[in-house]
């Protein structure tokens, strides 16, 4: 199986800064799923939701996934965090490589997205919306994810330190360059 790593958690939680700095450091493909659809669909997100809906813009979610974890390279995949809701995405989660939680209170999570602009999940209250979202989707995170890494009280390279070291990928050959022996 190729390398890949999987960053899953809350919108405002870091999976983006956190992934691209994951892919540097091992030298790895990165692919954002939201990032993705957008360079697919031509539309934003937001897009998306007001004129699709919701239920459109999951079914590009789940596309761009499985597309992302079926190519031969090694890869760092911020995965969109609602993409655990579908059963099919989850157990696909779980079969495709090295899947961390970045976990941090819905507390945090509000002062990070702010008004929430761009997130169509969150309307006019942000905060009441994250929490009751974090209630439904806590036991789906935990449910696909080997390893957890609590954000809270840590800048972008410390939680991706982390990340790289409860995977054991620290030291990680970067894709492409010769292994022992070669
Ligand atoms: C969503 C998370 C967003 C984006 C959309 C819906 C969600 O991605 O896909 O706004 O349902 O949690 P990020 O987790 O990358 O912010």
Request: one cysteine or more; glycine letters at 12%; hydrophobic letters at 45%.
């Amino acid at each position: 199986m190729p390398d890949r790593l999987l960053l899953v958690g809350m919108m405002g939680v870091g999976k983006t800064t956190v992934g691209r700095r994951c892919a540097e450091r091992l030298g790895w493909r990165y692919l954002d799923s939201d990032a993705q659809v957008v360079l697919d669909t031509g539309r934003t997100v937001p897009e998306i939701f007001a004129e699709d809906g919701e239920a459109a813009f999951r079914a590009e979610e789940t596309r761009v996934l499985a597309e992302a974890v079926g190519s031969a390279d090694s890869v760092v995949i911020s995965v969109a965090g609602g993409a655990v809701l579908a059963a099919s995405n989850r157990a696909l989660l779980r079969r495709s490589g090295a899947v961390v939680w970045l976990r941090a209170d819905p507390t945090t999570l509000a002062v990070r997205v702010g008004s929430g602009v761009g997130r169509p999940l969150l309307g006019d209250d942000p905060g009441s919306a994250l929490a009751a979202l974090y209630e439904v989707r806590r036991p789906l995170y935990e449910s696909v994810a080997q390893s957890v890494v609590d954000v809270d009280e840590l800048t972008p390279e410390q939680v991706t330190d982390r990340v790289l070291a409860v995977t054991g990928l620290v030291g990680a050959a970067p894709s492409g360059s010769p292994g022992p022996g070669s």
